[in-house]
């Protein structure tokens, strides 16, 4: 690389800030020079929330790195509230609108790095400029919505969208003591977790005394005499009272820039590159939420806006950009966590929901065990559903929900799964283990016992949500378990406790497709075992028993 080598970088944030000083620590010669239109070059995107509800306490907590820190540290050119409009590849020049000055100039550059990010939607309705009316994204937001926090009265506030920022939202405004309604579009919150694994997540809602309103969007937003919300008004027709209003639908990547320059649009819609984040232009790279990045379960491009992959991806990215040479991209699986007031929820790669949609085989178990041995106190249950390849057994995907430990299960998942780990690799996983901390046999190990007893033939299983009408459904909890929680959609299900199962083989039917259930799916393994060695031909296990079965079927 030349002396005079000279790296413009467009955006800062996770992507750009990494890249700038890899770049630097890489190449004490180059010329870096990091454009941001805003004010501020590097704050923690995810932190805003847990600012706004009073858990992080000091706003400077936010800000990473300031414009003097990272000229002084890696001697690097930051240029705030600097705005790049436009790219000349065959000049290699950007022009570059500086908005304190009101002056437009050329700089030239030999690497170029976009990491632009994206933008809130924004619905165009009726009302959604009002002055009350916020979506959250960087830290001029920041302030604006906790200045009305703080102002507004009444002291109720609709949050429209249930992803990650809009559940943040809701258990961080309710510390501050706002009622809250939550309006979501899809029939369910949290929409990238399959709607049976979600359902704990909306019953803390509701224990929360936030008012959901599922399966219905936005239609305008209510405005008073001074264009502050008052209300919204949904599609449904109702309307609901708001002092407050956030937007948190979910964001569009800002690929303006490098489309007017003809760089190359990727399949799902972002910046389109290799496995060293290079555009279709070699000397253009791009990081960060606008990229589209190798997705781990498919091994096809896919944009994923989550933190960990923009600063991983700036990283290489400074480095190639300022050596010519570094390690490849890994994978992208899109793991991504929240916490919802006592619950946790979280995933890595692919859904059912997912699966179907991009039409990938794939088979699933759902298993229910303590995040820690049962008999050491303060034992709570994890749900974990996964997902694998039907041919190989390769882990395709995870999803996990509870109050403790939710967080260990998915990323020792993420990890097997970043080195092709099957079903059977996880049975054999070597994990820590002392009372406070786990079981013996963890979770993630009986999920793939699970696993591999399904593809070995020796239980075969039925999702949870299944039609159980024409089947003779055979349940081996007590009597007690029974009547307090009903199998849902099953009232023609025979009660026979596990115990009493052999000697009662009798009252039922070996020639009748059966399905057994119990409380979580254990003890119907063990029925399902005894009655197909006893000559039942067609015995299914539903897969999570009763606690899952009456999370996907609400009567």
Avoid: W
């Avoid at 700038?20 to 990091?34: D, P, V, W, Y």
């Avoid at 916020?134 to 919505?145: H, K, P, S």
């Avoid at 967080?407 to 406070?436: Q, S, W």
């Avoid at 119990?518 to 197909?532: E, K, Q, S």
């Amino acid at each position: 690389m030349s002396e005079a080598l000279t790296i413009v970088i467009v955006g800062g944030v996770a992507g750009g800030a990494s890249a700038a000083t890899r770049a630097r620590r890489m190449n004490e010669q180059a010329e870096i020079i990091l454009f941001e239109k805003d004010e501020h070059v590097s704050f923690a995107n995810c932190g805003l929330p847990y600012y706004l509800g009073g858990e992080i306490a000091e706003r400077d907590k936010l800000v990473v790195a300031t414009p003097e820190f990272l000229t002084r540290r890696f001697r690097l050119d930051v240029r705030t509230r600097q705005e790049v409009q436009s790219i000349n590849r065959q000049n290699k020049t950007v022009t570059v609108r500086n908005h304190a000055k009101g002056e437009t100039y050329e700089q030239r550059y030999d690497k170029l790095i976009l990491s632009p990010g994206a933008s809130p939607i924004t619905p165009p309705i009726d009302g959604v400029k009002g002055r009350n009316v916020f979506t959250l994204r960087n830290l001029a937001d920041t302030d604006r919505i906790f200045e009305a926090i703080h102002e507004v009265s009444p002291k109720k506030a609709v949050v429209v969208g249930s992803g990650f920022i809009g559940l943040e939202m809701v258990e961080q405004l309710a510390e501050r003591g706002y009622s809250l309604a939550l309006v979501e579009l899809l029939p369910q919150v949290l929409p990238l977790l399959d709607p049976e694994m979600a359902r704990p997540i909306e019953d803390a809602l509701r224990a929360h005394h936030v008012e959901l309103y599922l399966g219905d969007g936005l239609s305008r937003i209510l405005l008073d005499d001074q264009g502050a919300a008052r209300a919204v008004e949904l599609t449904s027709g109702k309307t609901v009272e708001a002092g407050l209003v956030i937007l948190g639908i979910g964001v569009r990547p800002n690929i303006q820039l490098a489309q007017a320059a003809e760089i190359a649009i990727g399949p799902s819609g972002g910046l389109g590159a290799n496995e060293f984040m290079q555009t279709n232009d070699p000397d253009i790279y791009a990081v960060g939420d606008a990229a589209e990045y190798t997705y781990g379960p498919t091994g096809k491009p896919q944009r994923i806006a989550l933190a960990g992959p923009a600063n991983r991806s700036g990283r290489l990215v400074g480095e190639h950009a300022a050596t010519g040479q570094a390690a490849p991209m890994a994978p992208v699986f899109g793991t991504s966590i929240v916490r919802v007031f006592d619950q946790t929820a979280a995933l890595t790669g692919l859904t059912t929901k997912l699966a179907e949609r991009l039409k990938t085989p794939h088979r699933s178990v759902t298993v229910i065990a303590n995040h820690h041995a049962g008999y050491y106190p303060g034992a709570e249950p994890i749900t974990l559903k996964l997902l694998y390849d039907p041919d190989s057994g390769r882990v395709l995907g995870a999803q996990a929900i509870g109050r403790e430990g939710v967080d260990k299960r998915i990323d020792v998942l993420a990890t097997a799964m970043a080195f092709n780990a099957t079903v059977r690799d996880l049975t054999g996983l070597d994990l820590a283990y002392a009372p406070p901390f786990g079981s013996a046999k963890d979770i993630v190990h009986i999920a793939g016992f699970v696993a591999c007893n399904q593809r070995d033939g020796n239980e075969d299983l039925l999702e949870a949500g299944a039609d159980l009408s024409e089947k003779q459904v055979v349940d081996v909890r007590t009597p007690a378990e029974v009547k307090k929680a009903p199998l849902a959609g099953a009232p023609h299900a025979v009660n026979i406790p596990l115990d009493e199962l052999r000697s009662r083989l009798e009252e039922l039917d070996p020639a009748a497709a059966t399905v057994v259930s119990c409380g979580v799916g254990m003890r119907g393994h063990a029925a399902a075992r005894i009655l197909r060695q006893h000559g039942f031909g067609d015995v299914k296990n539903l897969s999570g028993g009763a606690t899952m079965r009456n999370r996907a079927i609400r009567e």
